[in-house]
């Protein structure tokens, strides 16, 4: 028998598995034994998708329209397969930063906007909660049916009776305390739920084996097989034409529509982010749910159309409600077992759904709705109150039952005007709204808040005029002529047929004008201005994805001291003490207090608190301790500063690059210095060679000729002998200035420093020339010569030089008339002599050249031999002899009008002494 | 799990393929009266390429070594 104590007695034993399942596997969490952590469980806690919609909806939708069912669950397998480009990435960034919920992701990704994170609540409870309402429709519904077996009476009209009779009002009731039981316990920083997710993976096994076992039972326990099923259903007219193109959905815009919709709703459901997303252990499970999950699907699916098939047989003439066949099937046959588990199976699929999606929404009013706004008045004095976590809690048990209550609220006006799944497809219409801005924020780093706001706002606000407010109408609850003629009998703004658009189903409908708005405005408004800082920051963490994560947004830093009790408020001290102790391990630290007041620990306790209360009101609650002014023209500032950082570094570089290319320069020229100076070196070298071998050759010649020749007269040899003798003289003088000149370059002359009497040199060195002069007749005249002028010199290096300067003189001067005067003039600082001659005076570009070594001023040579009158060497000579003591030596002349050799000396010239 | 390079575009092969399956035209081509052994074809054909596009999925996840 199957008396209503025996089915309460079943549900709550049922349910009462369900939390010791859930009880069992938090403890096995907290021992660090996940029971969830493996792709099996991930896959099956995902069929969380199929809820009462399927498990009865589905039949009603396939006794109405044949296989329309189908596009409900193609939808989301051809979203799995796309699953490791979008679901990975989903994952990925919301564990980078702890991302609790879709409301979270989309206020995360655009700049962690509260006010985005609000809209998205709103539309995503609003748009739900439709979807609530079935499943309590489902449940109460079954339950009314079971009850009153072996009759099969349908359930009277929701509105019909009293609501304090109305059981689903109970089952709401009961939901709600089962859920606040289920995921309030205690509030969990990272807002995962393994014992949800563990009962969640029961459930899901629960629902397919009882729905396979009626599916199994109509096709061969009523039936002969499917074959016979379908050969029986051809037999009938009616029934003939839903198997084939007639039967099949109106047109194919819609079953496309339809496709399109549940690849969405798979993914930015709120219930399946929290699963697929939030609750996802690792991340490497996707790949394996990328076929587990749709097989899942396609199981669950196998039966429904015969089931379908074999309902419109048994029961003809629509007494009995379709979406019910697969419970009255069984109890029709009276198999009472199969029919508790059936409505068991139900239940599994109604608890599921409503547990999962209640408490990802309270999540999402808690965090992205409710507390920023209590945050905000001061009244209240929240921001300094020391422990939050209570009221946190309270507030999610409180947003739980107010959004049953809504759930059976809407049951309660519209439940009745609708099957299961054009209820459900009205929530699936809401949340594609979240696509775009999901969508786009993933792929596209142009959106900006503004234009988030936007297209939600302006895809929300068609989707409530074309189909939440027409449902309300249908039944009753807003006057008919609002579906029948418009909005104030305007034909243009009728909800269904806007601006005169028709020959669509009101889905589809729906679908493309507020598709249309919303991806519209989005892009339209994103466009109006490039995103600013934060904005660029987070469209870099979500489409760049893992790479990026982890990039602190903070440019401050706060202690341990202002942290550890901010985050205590909202997690209770314990849980926060906890997370700090792990955190400072992590870091290889000891104990908390070693923790520096960095911009990594103020991430990390964001991260910590955005697990708690979203990441909108985290950001808002950690920049009330840090020391960091709000995201504005400081910030810019900031971020400039760093940028002319760079610039100053890349500055510096250049400046260096600069210094080397300098360097360079320096060693190229040195290099080709040295190469010159090889060079001359060279020459000096084959120029010395040269002058050597000139009198040498001579002395060879007439050595060879006296040799030779013995019978030269002696005259003859003689003046042979004599020259030998000259040019002897000649070579060694010259070996002797070479010799002299090597030592005086390279420094190692010696010098024997004295006071010297300079008129005294210079009178000793006449002498010694006395009798060339006379030889040529030339008149040395030493009047100018002041006496007692004295200097520090080598005497005998300066005596070199002035019988040099001297000799000099007089080979150029002409014979007979050559005048050749020496002056000596003193001042206190310095001697100075010059010897001064009219000769044929030196031209202005030899003037110093004649100072290098083997030079010789022009007109020097000896017009016949072409030879030169002397070695080129006692110039340079001089002239080194006189540097050494810190003297000059140069040279005045007028060509034609004779020249005049200068040096000076230092008074004091002892110092190298 | 997924280590291949190519597993990636495989699937997203797979979902171009899927979106032509059960979509207009093809859909069309089966969306006919007559049967398949005892059966509707469109029901056929829909079950049939969706466990088959199943198949491939789990197949292009779990094949090793390339």
Known sequence: MLAGWVIVLA????????FAIAWYADRRADAGRSLISNPLVYALSLGVYCTTWTFYGSVGRAAASGIGFLPIYLGPTL???????????????????????????????????QLLGGLVTVIAVIGVIPYIALQLKAVSNSFAILASYPEIIM??????????????????????????????????????????????????????VAFLAAGVFVVWGINDGIGDVFAKAAAVPDLARGLTAAGAPASYGAWGTLIFLALFASLLLPRQFQIAVVENVDVNHVSRAIWMFPLYLFLINLFVLPVALAGLLHFPGGGVDADTFVLTLPM???????????????????????????????????????????????????????????????????????????GYLYFRVAGEAYALVSIGLISFAAVAQFAPVVIGGLCWKGGTREGALAGLAAGFLLWTYTLLLPSFAKSGWLPDGFIAQGLFGIELLHPQRLLGLSGLDEITHCLVWSMLANLGAYIGVSLKRVPNVREARQATLFVGGAEAAGVSGW??????????????????????????DRHARQRGLKSIQELPADTRLVSFAETLLAGAIGSASARAMVASVVTEEPLGIDEVMNILDEASQIRAYSHELEQKSLELRRATAELREANSRLLELDRMKDDFISTV????????????????????????????????????????????????????????????AEWTVTAVDVAEVIHEAADSLTALFAEKRVRLELDRCEAGLSVMADRD?????????????????????????????????????????????????????????????????DVLTDKPQGTGLGLPISRQIIEYFHGRLWVESTPGAGARFVFTLPRQAGDNA | MIRSRLVAPRLAFLFLIGCILFNYPLLSVFSRSGDFFGLPPLYVWLMSSW????????????RRGD
């Open chain 1, 555 to 580: 440019r401050g830093g706060a202690g341990v001291a202002d942290l550890l009790p901010l985050a205590g408020r909202f997690l209770g001290s314990e849980r926060a003490q906890e997370a700090f």
């Open chain 1, 332 to 406: 029709a046959h009276q198999e009472e077992a199969l029919a508790l588990l059936v409505y068991i199976g139900g239940l599994s699929a109604a608890t599921g759904m409503v547990i999962v999606e209640t408490i990802a929404l309270s999540t999402m009013v808690c965090n992205d709705l409710v507390m920023p706004a209590l945050l905000r008045l001061p009244i209240l004095g929240l921001a300094t109150r020391a422990d939050l976590s209570g009221l946190l809690l309270d507030i999610r048990r409180w947003s739980i039952a107010i959004i049953l209550g809504l």
């Open chain 1, 79 to 113: 979203l799995f397969a796309l699953a490791g480009f979008i679901l990975q990435k989903m994952i990925r960034v919301a564990k980078a930063n702890r991302i609790t919920s879709i409301a979270d992701f989309v206020a995360s990704r655009y700049g962690k906007s």
């Open chain 1, 689 to 748: 060679t040269h002058e050597l071998r000139t009198p040498l050759t001579s002395i060879r010649a007439f050595s060879e000729m006296l040799h030779e020749d013995p019978k030269i007269d002696l005259a003859q040899r003689s003046r042979f002998l004599g020259i030998i003798v000259s040019e002897t003289v000649r070579l060694s003088r010259l070996i002797n200035q070479i010799l002299d000149l090597a030592k005086l370059e390279s420094g190692r």
């Open chain 1, 797 to 861: 290096r300066l005596m070199q030089v002035m019988v040099n300067l001297l000799s000099n003189a007089l080979k150029f001067v002409p014979a007979e008339s050559g005048r050749v005067t020496v002056g000596a003039s003193g001042t206190t600082s310095e001697v100075l002599v010059d010897v001064t001659d009219n000769g044929p005076g030196i031209q202005l570009e030899d003037q110093d050249l004649i100072f290098d070594k083997f030079r010789q001023g022009a007109g020097t040579a």
């Open chain 1, 11 to 18: 549900s709550f034993g049922y349910l009462g598995i369900l």
């Open chain 1, 155 to 208: 359930p009277a009209k929701a509105g019909a009776v009293p609501v304090i009779q109305d059981s689903a009002l109970y089952v709401a009731m009961i939901l709600a305390a089962f859920t606040i039981l289920f995921g309030t316990r205690h509030l969990d920083a990272t807002e995962r739920h393994e014992g949800m997710v563990a009962a969640i993976a029961v459930e899901s096994v629960v629902k397919l």
């Open chain 2, 51 to 62: 466990a088959g596009l199943i198949a491939l999925m789990a197949w292009v996840v779990e």
